[in-house]
């Protein structure tokens, strides 16, 4: 790797990185790679700060290796301290020279020393080789769930993406859902929903606007409104509390969207929901791959996809 040296990034390093990133793999309206959005992930989650590393070149940032921090519970109500290696990149003047690998290993040893019991992440095709080739192993294809929609009530406009004042966006609401409701159908590994949790990743999230359609039997649904290429589109992100399936027919009503897409563990509450709302598992569909390396002994296999439960929010726009 030649001058390159390999530290711990600090605060005046972001723009830089923001740079590498923009370079190496590009941003989209939904994840434009801003100061907001890089504060929001590695500096404001409730998980705590992130671990970051980086290569640097003489003051050029040559790589980054990103480690967010998040908490899983188990079914059994054990906490699971994890990270997720997001936000990784090699700066397109440096590539082929180890460096991918040299700032993962080098976090890892952060990672254990902190004491953190488990790693997983989505990554594409090709950062997959590399992590099965450092220890991570293969869990499960994640699959899509969706519910299209037909007849005259749709919007005039196919392209024209629903917009969130149809959804309802004040979420006050689902802050205020108690933790107990969230417990009492929790089956696998899953993220704690509390308010503080609820606030940062969908009220607060910099470059993405969520809505809230409440159900009146308790609880509700989060979704985002989108558009992919020709066609209208809501996200269904996550369901909160215990609400009913109706609560995804009020949401597409409202909406209008062309379809609702969205993904839920199987064997799970919230897939259960999802489907008597409508949003069937398509076959044979791939749209990410979930990779794990156990650090400690956990209370569950993390290679078998039924200790999980995980919801759309769990790996969408993070």
Known sequence: MGDVVVREATEDDIEAILDTLRLALGETPLLRRTPQLWAWKHIENPFGRSIVMVADSNGTIAGVRAMMRWELISATGHTIRCVRPVDTATHPQFVRQGIFRTLTMTALETVRAQKINLVFNTPNDKSARGYLAMGWEHVSWIGAQVRPRFGTALRPSATEPPTIPDLAPSMDSASAIPDEMEIATRTGMRTVRNGGYVGWRFRRHPTASYGWVEDLGGGGMVARASARGPRSE?????????????????????????????????????????????????????????????????????????????????????
């Open 234 to 318: 809501l996200v269904v992100s996550d369901f909160l509390g215990s609400p009913s399936s109706g609560v995804i027919g009020s949401a597409a009503r409202m909406s209008k969207a062309r379809y609702l897409a969205g993904w839920f563990s199987p064997n799970t509450a919230k897939r259960t929901i999802s489907v008597r709302g409508g949003l069937i598992p398509v076959p044979g569909t791939r749209t990410l791959r979930l990779v794990a390396l156990p650090l400690s002994d956990i209370d569950c296999n993390p290679f078998d996809l039924g200790s999980w439960d995980l919801a759309t929010s769990d790996l969408e726009l993070l």
